[in-house]
């Protein structure tokens, strides 16, 4: 578990200890950012759902993952939801470690992020990276990547540069999330062989039938946890509004849940998360201690207003 630093944790602590008042005007507008991912746009969902009923405008920018962080160093994003930890070591060395990035609070826990395989592939014996290369011509000595600059392509590209398990001569196929997994799809129609990047939450886990490789911890990690981060400063500009981000926890069953609804129900997500937080209104109290609308009013009542 990546150790969060001293001047994280005092300000969390802070955060914690006292009740966020109203945020200055401009603090707005939340600036926040998407890579493409499932479970990202699942849990932008929720926070849009919440600052907006807050009084709030919300402002998602769809972006490589460099460029995320770029944008948090420079101030162009407020906040980001998704610092998956192992998977993202390089860049919080790069940034948060040299303190030009905040990580402001975990947001979940027990997430897995490495190379999977269909079921069928599993039984065939390859259950381990170690496997791979017994079946290379199986897998047409591919292994299926997501987005370009994605921090889990560029730790496959090193396993293949490095010549790791024996794979120097394998390649790797970057694509979009959507690109990957429609390949997946017609590699288990015709149950042909493929490795894919495969984690959890998201509905992968529900709709195929799936394991993870082991034998890529040095790389990927095992079990691992996802932070919020915010631009340097942040939490001080805005107390209110980064009240709020510490205090937002989720569950892979409460992501898989909601990106299950999406798929299975070809609703966006903010319905689908609107229709989650509405069954489920336990969660509210703990996600508003201590925070208020813009305008210093009820939150909790803020928000049931607009469920």
Known sequence: MQKISAAVLALALGLGAATAHADDAQCSTVKMADPGWSDIATTNA????????????????????????????????????GNWMPA??????KFIAKGDVQQLSRNLEGTEFTLAVPDYVWNAGVKDFADLQKHADQFDKKLYGIGAGAPANLSLKEIIDQNQFDLGQWKLVESSEQAMLAQVDRAV??????????????????KLKMHYL?????????????????????????????????????????????MAEVVDKKVSFDEAAKAWVKAHPEVLEGWLAGVSTQSGGDALAAVKDKL
């Open 189 to 206: 129609k015709k149950q042909q062989f493929i490795t894919f990047l495969g984690w959890t939450p998201h509905p992968m886990n529900v």
């Open 46 to 81: 929720i926070a849009r759902l919440l600052l907006e009923s807050l009084g709030y405008q919300v402002k998602i920018d769809s972006l490589a993952v460099p460029i995320i962080y770029g944008g948090l160093k420079d101030g162009r994003v407020d906040a980001f939801l």
């Open 214 to 258: 082991t034998g890529g911890e040095k790389w990927f990690g095992s079990k691992g946890q996802v932070y919020t981060l915010t631009r340097k400063g942040y939490a001080q500009a805005c107390p209110n509004t980064a009240k709020l981000l510490s205090n937002l926890t989720f569950t892979l069953d409460m992501e898989n849940s909601i």
């Open 88 to 93: 993202h070591q390089g860049f919080h060395d």
